[in-house]
Nanobody
Framework: QVQLVESGGGLVQAGGSLRLSCAAS????????MGWFRQAPGKEREFVAA????????SYADSLKGRFTISRDNAKNTAYLQMNSLKAEDTAIYYC???????????????????WGQGTQVTVSS
């Protein structure tokens, strides 16, 4: 089992940057594909980005390409989401998720993930 804890959220002005971290427990973090999702008030949870266990492949929501970057450091059991040029519409609770995936798979649907963090609030002021 994996426990995930997000951090790095906060209040930022439009145009600013934040880097979210997702710290995972356990010694098999490198066996898990990771993903980031977000949920704004009154909206459904939506896919943000995903990364394979090796970090060699990534996927992004089309609307976020070029502004957000997902990465991971398996030695630190941590995944990251670098968010640049933030907009007011990026305001949401951001969640990281994990799914055991021994092959070079990544997942863009929330239903595919087995473990979730508690979320971290990102608020972008315009």
């Amino acid at each position: 089992q994996v426990q995930l804890v997000e951090s790095g959220g906060g209040l930022v002005q439009a145009g600013g940057s934040l880097r979210l971290s997702c710290a995972a427990s356990g010694r098999t973090f490198s066996s898990y594909a990771m993903g980031w999702f977000r949920q704004a008030p009154g909206k459904e949870r939506e896919f943000v980005a995903a990364i394979t266990w090796s970090g060699g492949s990534t996927s992004y929501a089309d609307s976020l390409k070029g502004r957000f970057t997902i990465s991971r450091d398996n030695a630190k059991n941590t995944a990251y989401l670098q968010m640049n040029s933030l907009k007011a519409e990026d305001t949401a609770i951001y969640y990281c998720a994990a799914k055991r995936a021994p092959y070079l798979w990544l997942f863009v649907r929330s239903v595919d993930y087995d473990y979730w963090g508690q979320g971290t609030q990102v608020t972008v002021s315009s």
